[in-house]
Every structure is written in structure tokens, then in C-alpha cells.
């Protein structure tokens, strides 16, 4: 009945994914009325940093591979598979960086470094700590903190069969089965051992820079506005 009411009373949609705008139409509404328009990113506060100096603010070696995670210490999102990856490497050069809640709520160890919650224009400098962004999710609409890390210059380690396909590709990061530990422990290993893969997929980044900005997102919103109105 909700669903009714709402297709009665809404003009148009903006869906932030095309699997969300697939799961609208099979709800029911018209697919003339929904429009793909994913999150952005803020490219003048999310940006390339100096790593080393990032790194030392955080307290972390600078010598070690910092694997980074942000997001809700919860099951959907996946920080202990990280750390279950990360056990199975059982390398000591890696270290773990988790943002987003309470130790208590991780399996334990002894190469993760955890901070709660932090205000945005603290991400930054975090995000910069990091070498690769990893995100075993298991569904998202579309995922602002991966923007935010491709802004930074982070490949990504992230899941097959959700919406971030629409995100990351073989040049941005890997896309693994994000309930398979041992592949998200061999993506880790991978841009971890092979120099020449990570640093191409770090020019990449920064060379697409700029093509997913807020601005560009306003205005697109802001023509379905002036065509609906």
C-alpha cells in the first residue's frame, strides 16, 4: 500500500545505483521516472596526501603495508573478514587501520589500529594513511567511502556481485566473492607484492580525479528539477 501511495504522489526518482533503480521498477515504478545519478565527491577535501606523513600522524609504520577499513563494525560491511584475511597472510609488514566503532566488536589481534567514529574533514589525512581501501561488503546503493578513497588515490579491494562493480574496475582496485577469505587475503597479497599493478592502478586514480564531483552531481540533479517542474 505504501508503495501504491508513493507511485501516486512521486514525479521522479533518483536512484544513486542501477541495481537500486532495478529494484524500484521491480517494485513496480515506471522506469521513465527513474534516473542513475550515484554519489559524488568532494575533490578539494578528498585528495592525495603526503603518505609517509599521514601514516607517522596516525602513529603507524611507515614501513609496514597499511591495509584501511571505514565503515560500521558489522557483518554486512565485513571488517573481520579483513582480519581474517590478514591472519591467514600471517605477514608482520601488514597493518590493519579500522574506522567506524568499537574494538570490541572486531576479532581480536595484533596488527589493527582502531579509531571510532571521526568527523569528515578528519578522512583525509586517514584515508591517505592507508595503501589499499578494502570493503568486504555484501550490499551497498552506491558507496560513498569508496569514492572517497579513489579520490585520495586508494586502489580498492571490494565485492563482486554488488553495485560496486558499477565503482571499481580491474584499473581502479580488485573485486573479489566478499565472503571468500582466502581471496580477499590474495587481493591483499597481490597489490601488496606486485609494485608495478599498484602504482598503475594509483595513476589511474589520480588521473580520473574530478570525473564524479558534487558540482557535476547538482547539475544534474538540478536539470531533472528544471524538466519536472
Known sequence: QRVLALKTKVNHIISVSKENREQLIEL?????????????????TFKPLDKNICKEKLGLSSDKFTV???????????PNRVINAIKLLNDENIQLVCVGGNKEQLDSNNFTKVLGAVPNYQLPEIYNAFDI?????????NCNVIEEAKACGIPII????????????????ILVNPLNIEEIAEAILKLKNDKSL????????IAKRGENSIEQRAN??????????
Open 28 to 44: 513496480g515504478f515506471s522506469p521513465d521516472k527513474i534516473s542513475v545519478i550515484p554519489n559524488a565527491v568532494n575533490y578539494d
Open 68 to 78: 584501511g577499513f571505514i565503515g560500521h563494525f558489522i557483518h554486512r560491511k565485513g
Open 133 to 141: 581501501f578494502v570493503l568486504p561488503t555484501l550490499n551497498e546503493g
Open 158 to 173: 571490494s565485492s563482486k556481485g554488488t553495485s560496486v562493480e558499477e565503482q571499481v574496475d580491474d584499473f581502479t582496485g
Open 198 to 205: 599498484y602504482e598503475s592502478m594509483v595513476k589511474t586514480l
Open 220 to 229: 544534474k540533479i538540478n536539470n531533472i528539477f528544471s524538466q519536472i517542474i
